[in-house]
């Protein structure tokens, strides 16, 4: 058997381990190391990347700007700063036919711009949104289908840990990915908008009506929501005016919003251990996957299997688009069996040299960067795709009333809106790549 027929089994191999329920970082670890051990006839290689690969995965100045990222939306959690933005989104929106569900669609965005994350963004948003949604009569199942819908926002709309993942794997600057996001970010809510809207006239019952909020108070929810502003806009600007990095900038941002998170009495008592906790266990997680991905990244690598497969698709001469069409139908399965950030770092490096070799009409880099953020979109299809989409079981376990089925009957609606933005994306690269084309 050669290297190469070695490295393509296995992949079956490590399906078969996560079925198992092995995590995903151990899987990928267990798969990289056996398999070095196995194409080197002996312990020395993978030992030895052992070593160096652990130290240059923890001490890594790039993922540095992770954990800063995660304590960001722990002290935004802590501020009080996801109830105020669903507040004043309630109150301009909440009058209109599905008001409230826009809401929680709006207050996502705001709160993902802080987050970064997609489980985390969900889960808040939940705990916020749901009762209110369901004091105002709005069914279990499009609730939960619209938090759930929401908290994709959190992993597009910048700053995202996982778009900082995809920036180093593909080797690409961490600022332009976030400034390409925007504009698809904002597409996505506003076509979440539009499904709620839609949804609502054919199921009127699904959705009750809050009484008009008076002006003068929805202008005073407005104040509360200003720190969040500051925030997005101080971490955002700063960047982009090159008054410091993005790794700065998520420092910035995470002792801005510890800052608010502590005036506004969020930090009390043991409040401050427990986010800094929190923040160092799914710092650890994120860090053992990024070192299992490194591993069997490497093993692929010895193998020749991304170059091989590669030079395969080129000399198969198929088109592009057909070939960019099947990898992103791999992502929506992929969705239902893996979280976000396992899905880009196995298959990214396996697919980007592929995408890289083929002609798209686009610069080298101005590709690679509308890649990333399509991949991204796809990526978070799968989160909401029945049936194994885990922001749904995320929305499902915080409303144990709601059968998951009628939450599956429902979410569908948004995920047709996601496959709508997809189509658009792709056939119109400029959408993504305006801002980017605009300031650089």
């Not at 652990?54 to 939306?73: A, D, R």
Request: proline share 5%.
């Amino acid at each position: 058997m050669s290297n190469f027929d070695i490295g393509l089994l296995s992949f079956p191999v490590l399906m078969l381990l996560i079925f198992l329920r092995m995590p995903i970082g151990l899987a990928m670890f267990a798969v990289g190391f056996g398999g070095m051990y196995y194409v080197t006839g002996g312990t020395v290689v993978a030992l030895a990347r052992l070593k160096s690969e652990t130290y240059s995965t923890f001490s890594s100045y790039s993922l540095s700007i992770v954990p800063m990222f995660l304590l960001m939306g722990q002290f935004a959690t802590l501020g009080g700063m996801s109830q105020a933005l669903f507040k004043a989104a309630e109150n301009w929106l909440g009058h209109l036919r599905g008001g409230v569900a826009m809401a929680a669609i709006g207050a996502c965005a705001g709160f993902g711009a802080i987050c970064g994350s997609s489980l985390a963004t969900a889960a808040t948003m939940g705990q916020v949104a749901l009762p209110e949604m369901k004091r105002y009569g709005y069914s279990g199942g499009f609730s939960s289908a619209t938090l759930a819908a929401g908290g994709t926002l959190g992993i597009l709309i910048p700053p995202s840990v996982i778009l900082v993942i995809y920036a180093i794997l593909a080797e690409q600057n961490i600022a332009k990915l976030f400034l390409a996001a925007f504009v698809p970010g904002i597409l996505a809510a506003i076509g979440y908008m539009i499904t709620v809207s839609i949804y609502v006239r054919l199921n009127p019952d699904s959705a009750g009506v809050r009484p008009a909020v008076p002006l003068a108070e929805r202008f005073r929810s407005m104040i509360d929501v200003l720190p969040v502003l500051i925030v997005f806009l101080v971490v955002v600007g700063g960047i982009y005016l090159g008054l410091f990095t993005p790794t700065e900038g998520a420092a910035v941002g995470a002792a801005g919003t510890g800052l608010i998170a502590f005036v506004n009495g969020g930090l009390r008592g043991r409040a401050w251990l427990d986010s800094f906790f929190a923040t160092a266990k799914s710092t650890a997680m994120i860090f053992f996957i990024v070192l299992g991905a490194a591993f069997y990244n490497g093993f692929l690598a010895l193998t020749q299997v991304p170059q091989e497969l590669a030079t395969w698709v080129v000399e198969t001469g198929l088109n592009p688009w057909l070939v960019l069409m099947l990898i992103l139908a791999l992502y929506l399965v992929f969705g239902c069996l893996m979280d976000s950030l396992s899905m880009i770092l196995l298959t990214i490096p396996i697919f980007f040299p592929i995408v890289s070799a083929l002609d798209f009409g686009l610069p080298a880099e101005e590709f690679a960067i509308w890649f990333g953020i399509i991949v991204l979109i796809v990526v978070e299809v799968g989160l909401i795709t029945p049936p194994v989409g885990m922001n749904l079981f995320v929305i499902n376990s915080m409303d144990r009333e709601t059968p998951i089925v009628k939450t599956y009957g429902a979410v569908m609606f948004f995920v047709g809106s996601d496959i709508v933005r997809v189509a658009l994306l792709v056939l119109f690269p400029g959408i993504t790549l305006f801002m980017l084309r605009l300031l650089y």
